[in-house]
């Protein structure tokens, strides 16, 4: 996940402000670092203790996780995203996503994060180092519905890149960025059954 992506950007034992999710904050502790969420942060007090502050999908984030962040990142905290997608899809249209968040620490920090989730190179070393020297790549398959993620992910590992039109790109859409499509589905299940039956 993007967030496992991020968290492999903190060393063990580092102090981390968490402005995410529990997902967050669990692969941030997974790696051996320290996790603080940023609504225990109080005040404003102790901002300048940490090294690193990990920005992601936070359904809860108000104004004093901003400041927090703020104040961290103004302190010296390396400033880390999941990722950046302003929004995602749902059932009742598309959502803030990690990156409307992002976008508004990015603003008040003035500070470029560095970008954990696909298509940025933090992801693609995770990648590389769950599967193994033996991974390869050509028979592999990024499944998503975002070609300026998804898409440009895949062409980055060397993998083929399936459309799913279920989700960002819907069925008739052009995907968001130019990027070679081996398949070309309506959702998910239709993936697997053009794989199944190749």
């Not at 992801?123 to 440009?152: H, K, N, W, Y």
């Not at 959702?187 to 190749?198: C, K, N, P, Q, S």
Request: glycine share 14%; net charge negative; with cysteine.
């Amino acid at each position: 996940t993007s967030a496992q992506a991020a968290a492999h950007l903190v060393a063990p034992g580092e102090r981390v402000l968490v402005c995410g999710g529990e997902g967050v904050v669990e692969a941030v502790l997974a790696r051996g670092a320290e996790a603080v969420a940023s609504s225990s942060v109080g005040d404003g007090s102790g901002y300048g203790g940490f090294d690193a502050v990990v920005v992601g999908l936070h359904r809860h984030f108000d104004y004093a996780g901003l400041q927090a962040a703020n104040a961290a990142i103004r302190a010296g905290a390396r400033f880390i995203a999941t990722n950046d997608d302003v929004t995602f899809p749902t059932p009742d249209g598309p959502t803030p996503g990690a990156g409307a968040i992002v976008a508004a620490v990015r603003a008040v920090s003035e500070t470029e994060p560095v970008i954990a989730g696909k298509p940025h190179a933090p992801m693609a070393a995770l990648v590389a180092e769950r599967c193994g020297p033996d991974f390869g790549a050509e028979q592999a398959i990024v499944v998503g519905d975002r070609g300026s993620t998804d898409g440009e992910f895949a062409a980055s590992i060397g993998c083929r890149f399936a459309l799913v039109r279920s989700g960002v790109t819907l069925p008739g859409g052009e995907p968001d960025a130019p990027v070679p499509v081996a398949i070309d589905a309506d959702d998910l299940a239709a993936v697997t059954r053009i794989i199944l039956d190749g």
